[in-house]
Nanobody, 127 residues
Framework: QVQLVESGGGSVQAGGSLRLSCAVS??????????MAWFRQAPGKEREGVAI????????AYTDAVKGRFTIYLDNANNTLYLQMNNLKPEDTAMYYC??????????????????WGQGTQVTVSS
């Protein structure tokens, strides 16, 4: 069954914005504290963590490349995880994945700790 479904990707010019959505049927929010994250993978590169949050309390962490530009947040009413991306740069071009991350002394933004992946949504930023 489908448990994480991303949407909202597209093509934008540098400096533009996009909001990615991840419909979560894996869990019901609010509930037990979970780690939910966004990862991305550009062609020829390894998948990297972009942002992660704790679903109770809302603590967040970001990779340095997106700090101050991206915001991860959860809408409990819609059971949806979002990634607001502002001031996009060409280097943000990648396939973006929603992920449920295994909690280990906090929420690790590492692919090796991901239990579930979404199918991905493509983001392309042109200069």
């Amino acid at each position: 069954q489908v448990q994480l479904v991303e949407s909202g990707g597209g093509s934008v010019q540098a400096g533009g914005s996009l909001r990615l959505s991840c419909a979560v049927s894996l869990y019901t929010f609010p509930g037990p504290d979970r780690c939910m994250a966004w990862f991305r993978q550009a062609p020829g590169k390894e998948r990297e963590g972009v942002a992660i949050m704790s679903t109770n309390g809302g603590s967040t962490a970001y990779t340095d490349a997106v700090k101050g530009r991206f915001t991860i947040y959860l809408d409990n009413a819609n059971n949806t995880l979002y990634l607001q991306m502002n001031n996009l740069k060409p280097e943000d071009t990648a396939m973006y994945y929603c992920a449920a991350v295994r909690r280990t002394f906090g929420c690790p933004l590492l692919a090796e700790y991901v239990n579930y992946w979404g199918q991905g949504t493509q983001v392309t930023v042109s200069s």
